[in-house]
C-alpha cells in the first residue's frame, strides 16, 4: 500500500513526510483493517512531523481516520468494560468506521475501570504510538473504532475525529450549559465545530482570532462578536476555552471570564504558561486542561454532531500532499479543517 512515513522529525517546511510503499497491515487479535477514504490532518500532526511529541518512528500520522472494515482479526477480549462502541454495533467488513487519537487504553487502571480511559497512563494513540490514517489502509482494535452517522460524507465527517471529538470533550470540561456565554481563542478545525454545538445549544460566543478571513468565518457561523485578544468584548463570558498553543491567551482568557467562570485549555502542547497577577484568577475562576478523549465522548458527539447537524468546511489535499496541507495548517491558511482524500470507499458518499 501507499503511505505518508515519518521516519525523521524536521520542520514542515522540508517535507519531512515521504511517500513510499509499504506492506498491508494485517489485523491482529480483536482488531480490524480499515480501508482509508479520508483522514483529516491536525496541528496534533504537526507537532509530531516537527518532533515537538515524540512518536514511535518510523510512523505513519493522522488519527482522524474515515474507512470501511475489510478485514476483521480474530475475536479478542474488549479492552474495557466500560467501553462504548464496540459493544453497540457489530463491527464487521463493509462497515463504515471512525479512528480517533485514542487508539487503544489498557482497560485495567484506576483510570479505565472510573471511565477516565483517556487518562490511562499506558494508552496508545493513532499517529503517534501507531499507525494513522496517511496511508490506504490501517488496523485498530475493534473496540476502539467508532460509529459514524450516514448524515456525513467521508471528508466532512473526517474532522469530527478529533476537531469534534476533542471540541465536545472541551465543552464538557468548561462545563457549558444551554443559554451561557462561550469565548473561544483561536479558531481553527475545532473552534468552527464547537461554535456549532454552542449555538444549537443556545448559546452566545465570542470569537478572538489574529485571522481576519477567521473572524468573518465565525460571524457566518453564528458568532456574536469577533475581536481580537486583548480587546474588551461587549459582555463577560461564562465560559471559555482557548484552542491556539500559545499560552499568553491564558490570563486574556481570565480577564474576559466572570465571577466563577471556568476557563478549559485544549492544547496537547503548549508554548509556556506565562506569570499573571493573581487578579485575573480571583473570584474563583478555574483553569482545566484537555486531555485526549473517551470513547464516550465519541458516541456521545457523534449523536449531537448528527441532531444539528454539524456542517464541516474541508479543504481536500491528495495523500501525496500531506506535507503541503500540514504546511498551510501551520502557516493558518486552512479555512475549516484539512482533510486528505485517499480513496473512494465502495458505497460511500463523500
Not at 328 to 345: D, S, Y
Amino acid at each position: 500500500m501507499k503511505a505518508m512515513v515519518l521516519r525523521k522529525p524536521d520542520p514542515i517546511e522540508e517535507g519531512p513526510l515521504r511517500l513510499e510503499a509499504v506492506p498491508d497491515p494485517v489485523p491482529g487479535v480483536g482488531e480490524v483493517r480499515v480501508r482509508v477514504a479520508a483522514c483529516g490532518v491536525c496541528h496534533t500532526d504537526l507537532h509530531t512531523v516537527e518532533g515537538d511529541l515524540p512518536a514511535a518512528l518510523p510512523i505513519v500520522p493522522g488519527h482522524q481516520v474515515v474507512g470501511v472494515v475489510d478485514e476483521v482479526g480474530p475475536a479478542g477480549t474488549p479492552a474495557s468494560p466500560r467501553g462504548e462502541p464496540g459493544d453497540r454495533y457489530a463491527v464487521r467488513p463493509g462497515v463504515r468506521v471512525g479512528i480517533p487519537w485514542l487508539f487503544r487504553a489498557c482497560g485495567r487502571c484506576a483510570y479505565c475501570l472510573s471511565g477516565d480511559e483517556n487518562l490511562c497512563e499506558r494508552a496508545e494513540f493513532t499517529g503517534l504510538h501507531r499507525n494513522g490514517g496517511y496511508a490506504e489502509y490501517v488496523v485498530a482494535p475493534a473496540e476502539f473504532v467508532v460509529p459514524l452517522p450516514d448524515t456525513f460524507g467521508d471528508l466532512e465527517a473526517a474532522p469530527l475525529l478529533c476537531a469534534g471529538i476533542i471540541g465536545y470533550r472541551s465543552l464538557k470540561v468548561c462545563g457549558l450549559r444551554p443559554g451561557e456565554r462561550l469565548a473561544i481563542f483561536g479558531f481553527g478545525s475545532s473552534a468552527h465545530i464547537v461554535i456549532q454545538v454552542a449555538r444549537h445549544w443556545g448559546c452566545d460566543v465570542l470569537v478572538f482570532s489574529r485571522s481576519e478571513r477567521h473572524r468573518l468565518m465565525a460571524e457566518r457561523l453564528g458568532a456574536s462578536w469577533t475581536g481580537i485578544a486583548g480587546e474588551d468584548p461587549p459582555f463577560a463570558a461564562d465560559r471559555a476555552i482557548t484552542f491556539a498553543p500559545v499560552g499568553y491567551l491564558i490570563p486574556e482568557a481570565l480577564r474576559i471570564l466572570r465571577r466563577g467562570g471556568t476557563l478549559a485549555v485544549n492544547a496537547v502542547r503548549l508554548d509556556g504558561v506565562p506569570a499573571f497577577t493573581y487578579e485575573r484568577l480571583y473570584w474563583e475562576k478555574t483553569i482545566r486542561s484537555v486531555a485526549n478523549a473517551t470513547r464516550r465522548d465519541a458516541v456521545e458527539f457523534m449523536e449531537v454532531a448528527a441532531d444539528i447537524p454539524v456542517k464541516t468546511e474541508v479543504r481536500q489535499y491528495r495523500l501525496e500532499d500531506a506535507n503541503l496541507a500540514l504546511l498551510e495548517l501551520k502557516r493558518g491558511a486552512v479555512e475549516g479543517a484539512a482533510v486528505l482524500g485517499v480513496a473512494a470507499a465502495p458505497g460511500i458518499a463523500g
